[in-house]
């Protein structure tokens, strides 16, 4: 790998707090065309709470205004 381009990877991966292997697959994936799944939301996954006022305003938000069809 020319220096240069290493040079560059070390540093958007510091800029970046990932590690060199993952923005080098990033920058591999985008170069031709791979499409990578996101992990922005990960995080979420199975943390909901039941929260009986959030449930409440959910159901409002779901029902139909007979009126306004």
């Known amino acids: 790998m020319p ?7 070390r540093d958007k991966a510091r800029r970046q707090h990932k590690s060199l292997n993952q923005v080098a ?3 591999l ?5 791979v ?3 996101y992990h922005d939301l990960d ?5 909901w709470i039941a929260d009986a006022a959030v449930d ?3 159901k409002d938000q779901r ?5 306004l069809w």
Do not use: C, M
Request: proline residues 0%.
């Open 43 to 47: 995080g979420f996954f199975g943390s």
């Open 56 to 58: 409440k305003a959910l």
């Open 25 to 27: 697959l990033e920058a």
């Open 3 to 9: 220096a240069v381009v290493d040079a560059l990877l």
């Open 35 to 37: 499409q990578e799944r």
């Open 63 to 67: 029902r139909i205004d007979e009126g």
């Open 29 to 33: 994936s985008g170069g031709t065309g």
